[in-house]
């Protein structure tokens, strides 16, 4: 059985991380340029912009959702210019999908406005202290979102 740390007030000490994680979360998400995708769309982006040129397939099961659930979206993408589809050379029933400058450009405004949010309130509401404890911490967060295949780490 696995120890539950508790924090100071006897609540456990994850819990309390989660939903701090996700309030911050969900300001970040209110702090985002109206830019008319949906968040499932701008995360299919991302995806497709980490992933360089891939198959849909591969996206989906980075994203662990079926194919099929990114039809829309993808297609949605595509019309919009954000994403190009093309068959693959080699396989000609496969298509291949990459993200084009306009939809790097499109996630880069998505992500500074968003850093631009979060540091100014980061300056505005913590001591210089407790500014640089986060930003210690960033490094040992990203560790555990990528744990399970450690993609992303430091160390990979």
Do not use: C
Not at 59 to 86: C, K, P, W, Y
Not at 124 to 148: G, H, I, M, Q, S
Request: net charge negative; aromatic share 2%; hydrophobic share 40%.
């Amino acid at each position: 059985m696995t120890d539950v740390i508790t924090d100071v007030r006897g609540g456990s000490a994850a819990t309390d991380l989660r939903e701090s994680m996700m309030a911050v979360t969900r300001q970040m998400r209110r702090h985002r340029p109206d830019h008319g995708l949906t968040l499932s769309q701008l995360e299919l982006l991302s995806e497709v912009s980490r992933a360089g040129v891939s198959t849909p397939a591969e996206v989906a099961a980075r994203l662990h959702v079926r194919v099929q659930s990114l039809t829309d979206s993808l297609n949605e993408l595509v019309q919009r210019g954000l994403v190009t589809r093309r068959p693959d050379d080699d396989d000609r029933r496969r298509q291949l999908i990459e993200i084009t400058p306009d939809g790097t450009a499109l996630l880069l405004e998505d992500r500074a406005e968003r850093d631009a949010w979060l540091n100014a309130t980061m300056r505005e509401n913590l001591t210089d202290l407790e500014f640089n404890l986060l930003v210690l911490v960033a490094p040992v967060l990203r560790k555990l979102a990528y744990a399970d295949n450690k993609v992303g780490t430091l160390t990979s």
